[in-house]
């Protein structure tokens, strides 16, 4: 049964640091691995997909990779700042019938 | 281009009761999926919708369970609520049944079981 964690399950930084969420997965068959981002009481706003044939993805500052055989995924966000706030989600998509396996997430505070 | 909706925002129900969820895909979409998200356990996947049939479930019992319309929106119903039904139901839709397409989600349905 695919597993999927995420460290650190919470992170406080000041504005501006680089930072890196991590995500991994017990099952590397994966067909793509996408990342989220939730604000509180809200749903899911797709940051980047990456499918299984590919090693990184990137959208403004934020960058993604993907290293399927040791089954791990790095987000990194450059240049942080307080909108930048929320839960980070990863989730892997394993079988063709089967819906997304989602880790439990990554909650970022950018402190002012 | 409309994004995935959910109706209604909130419902609050009590337990024993029913209650019933409604999804619109993004227009073209014909895969309807549901999640749930209760507190402290992460989010889970709950059923799959696809050209009108149901084509998988998660690990949920059988008082969970829905129907996808001629229009390929969806219905989620829970009955005989339990308290533990308390989470955040989330819908998503995907173009066709492509492995690889992505999914988009709506903002969820909050359901308080009291």
């Known amino acids: 049964k695919q597993e999927v964690t995420q460290i650190p399950a919470a992170l406080s930084v000041p504005e501006g640091e680089n930072l890196v969420l991590n995500c991994s997965f017990t099952?590397?068959?994966?067909?793509?691995l996408q990342w989220f981002r939730q604000d509180p009481g809200k749903g899911l706003t797709s940051l980047l997909l990456i499918q299984s044939s590919q090693r990184e993805q990137t959208s403004g500052r934020l960058n993604a990779s993907l290293d399927k055989s040791s089954g791990r995924s790095t987000l990194y966000i450059a240049a942080s700042q307080p909108g930048d706030s929320a839960t980070y989600l990863c989730a892997v998509r394993v079988g063709g019938a089967d819906g997304l396996t989602f880790g439990k997430g990554t909650h970022l505070i950018i402190q002012p | 281009e409309a994004g995935v909706t959910q109706s209604p925002t909130h419902l609050i129900k009590t337990r024993g009761q029913q209650a019933t969820l409604r999804c619109s895909p993004i227009s073209g979409h014909t895969s309807v999926y549901w999640y749930q998200q209760a507190l402290g356990l992460g989010l889970q996947f709950l059923l799959w919708y696809d050209e009108g049939e149901e084509r998988n479930r998660g690990n949920f019992p059988p008082r969970f369970s829905g129907r996808q319309f001629p229009n390929y929106s969806s219905e989620l119903n829970v009955n005989a609520l339990e308290l533990e039904d308390s989470a955040l139901y989330l819908c998503a839709s995907r173009y066709g049944t492509g492995l690889y397409n992505e999914q988009f989600f709506g903002p969820g349905t909050r359901l308080t079981v009291l």
């Open positions: 099952d590397s068959a994966i067909y793509n």
